[in-house]
């Protein structure tokens, strides 16, 4: 079975500085992918970053990289240069083959607050 | 740019009430998914679809009902309404995951929530 877990459910960091928000996971399948997104307080959900499984490099979107540790099986979201609008819930989730469906089990999120 | 779009935006659901929140989307996507989030937490997998016709449980499925009839529309049917169903549903829908330049990424809708009293 597929599992996504997140330990720190609230982080504060100050503004213009790094942050790292951890993600663990657990599968048996050799092909999965590996996603971030953003939930600000309006509630939505905003799509940051991608991992495949297979994919040699760590995934960088801006100021979002994701530091994809395979054999440790984590995939930590690094946020650098904070900014206030970052304050907001960040979940990790997984996605397993694609012949199952694409479906995501997402973590339990991380509230990340910045403060100036 | 619709995207995903879902209705309504808030409900107030009776104990033993019947609802369908509706979902659509424009960009031609296969896959379909309703997810719930409650306070606090993620989101949990209700119900999801390969493409017309064909609908799987997910995680949490008891007390809700799917149906897809076209590629577009991916309708949630709350039957006898409960107060453990009081959440916010997300729906979402995703392009076809392994081709290349393609993540399989999940577009959400903005939600919508419901509360049973």
């Known amino acids: 079975a597929q599992k996504i877990t997140q330990t720190q459910p609230g982080m504060f960091v100050q503004e213009k500085e790094a942050v790292t928000l951890d993600c663990t996971y657990d599968t048996s399948d050799p092909s999965y992918g590996l996603f971030w997104y953003k939930q600000p307080s309006s509630g939505e959900m905003i799509f940051l970053i991608y991992?495949?499984?297979?994919?040699?490099q760590n995934a960088t979107e801006g100021r979002y990289s994701l530091n994809f540790q395979k054999a440790r099986k984590s995939a930590n979201l690094v946020i650098s240069a904070s900014q206030l609008g970052d304050s907001a819930m960040y979940f990790c989730a997984m996605r397993g083959p694609v012949n199952q469906g694409g479906k995501l089990i997402f973590g339990q999120g991380t509230e990340l607050s910045v403060k100036p | 740019n619709a995207g995903v779009t879902q209705t309504p935006k808030f409900r107030i659901l009776k104990i033993g009430q019947s609802m369908t929140l509706q979902c659509t989307q424009d960009?031609?996507?296969?896959?379909m998914y309703w997810y719930r989030q409650d306070p606090g937490m993620g989101l949990k997998l209700i119900y999801y679809?390969?493409?017309?016709?064909?609908?799987d449980k997910g995680e949490v499925p008891n007390g809700y009902n799917v149906s897809r009839s076209t590629t577009e529309d991916f309708p949630l049917r709350l039957e006898l309404a409960a107060p453990s169903q009081t959440s916010v549903y997300f729906c979402a829908s995703s392009g076809l995951a392994g081709k290349p330049g393609h993540t399989g990424e999940l577009f959400f809708g903005e939600g919508s929530r419901l509360t049973v009293l």
């Open positions: 960009m031609n996507h296969n896959y």
């Open positions: 991992q495949g499984s297979y994919d040699q």
């Open positions: 679809s390969v493409g017309a016709g064909i609908t």
